[in-house]
Nanobody, 129 residues
Framework: DVQLQASGGGLVQTGGSLRLSCAAS????????IGWLRQVPGKEREVVSCISRSDNTKYYADSVKGRFTISRDNAGNTVYLQMNSLKPEDTAVYYC??????????????????????WGQGTQVPSPA
């Protein structure tokens, strides 16, 4: 079975940092682009960042550019989201998702349409103190 295990959410002060991790199993990790998305109650899930299969293309939402960094460890089947300078508006449940496709454009488009192949369970990033 494919599993994506997200972790790393927790209490932090405004301006502080967190690192989210998403560990994958049961799939060929480097066949997929990977994204981090977030959702707050009453709003649609939105793409925060995503990274291509080969780690050479990355996307960031405007709201997190310069503050968040996505990375992946294909040998360890893990993707990370380093979140710095956290703001109250970063409060959300964060999900990781893997998405297949023939090229980066297709993968990114599918992720934006919330058509990930597999999803993690979500990890809560509460409002910074």
């Amino acid at each position: 079975d494919v599993q994506l295990q997200a972790s790393g959410g927790g209490l932090v002060q405004t301006g502080g940092s967190l690192r989210l991790s998403c560990a994958a199993s049961g799939l060929t990790f480097d066949d997929y682009a990977i994204g981090w998305l977030r959702q707050v109650p009453g709003k649609e899930r939105e793409v925060v960042s995503c990274i291509s299969r080969s780690d050479n293309t990355k996307y960031y939402a405007d709201s997190v550019k310069g503050r968040f960094t996505i990375s992946r460890d294909n040998a360890g089947n893990t993707v990370y989201l380093q979140m710095n300078s956290l703001k109250p508006e970063d409060t959300a449940v964060y999900y990781c998702a893997v998405v297949g496709g023939s090229d980066w454009y297709e993968q990114a488009s599918k992720l934006a349409a919330l058509e990930g192949n597999y999803w993690g369970q979500g990890t809560q990033v509460p409002s910074p103190a």
